[in-house]
């Protein structure tokens, strides 16, 4: 099970820090990812960390903007986001992925939902004034 908290209504340059409950499969093991779609939109691939959390990557969109993180004692996945626009308001979805095919880094950048392991019901941002 995946359980996303800390959606909700931020202006314009804000910040929000959701997390990611997990359980029910051994979560250190798991590659990890954050997936938005916004409505009206097809999905698209946020960031992604490998299993130990040494590894990252991020949508070009996001970058320098968004943190990825875990917290593997925890069971816990992060995702920081600050300077927030207009443009990430979506509703995220924390994923998980077996690590078995995934590339070097460890961590996948897949955009469809169907394409990972396991998924939350999501979490509603939306950045306005």
């Known amino acids: 099970q995946l359980l996303e908290s800390g959606g909700g209504l931020v202006q314009p340059g804000g910040s929000l820090r959701l997390s990611c409950a997990v359980s029910?499969?051994?979560?250190?093991?798991?590659?990890m990812s954050w997936v938005r779609q916004a409505l009206g939109k097809g999905p698209e691939w946020v960031s992604g960390i490998n299993g130990g959390g040494s590894n990252t990557n991020y949508a070009d969109s996001v970058k320098g903007r968004f943190t990825i993180s875990r917290d593997n004692a925890k069971s816990t996945l992060y995702l920081q986001m600050n300077s927030m626009k207009p443009e990430d308001t979506a509703k995220y979805y924390c994923?998980?992925?077996?690590?078995?095919?995934?590339?070097?880094?460890?961590?996948?950048?897949?955009?469809?939902?169907?394409?990972?392991?396991?998924w939350g019901q999501g979490t509603q941002v939306t950045v306005s004034t």
């Open positions: 029910g499969f051994a979560f250190s093991t798991y590659a």
């Open positions: 994923v998980a992925k077996r690590p078995d095919g995934l590339g070097p880094g460890g961590y996948a950048e897949f955009s469809e939902l169907w394409e990972y392991d396991y």
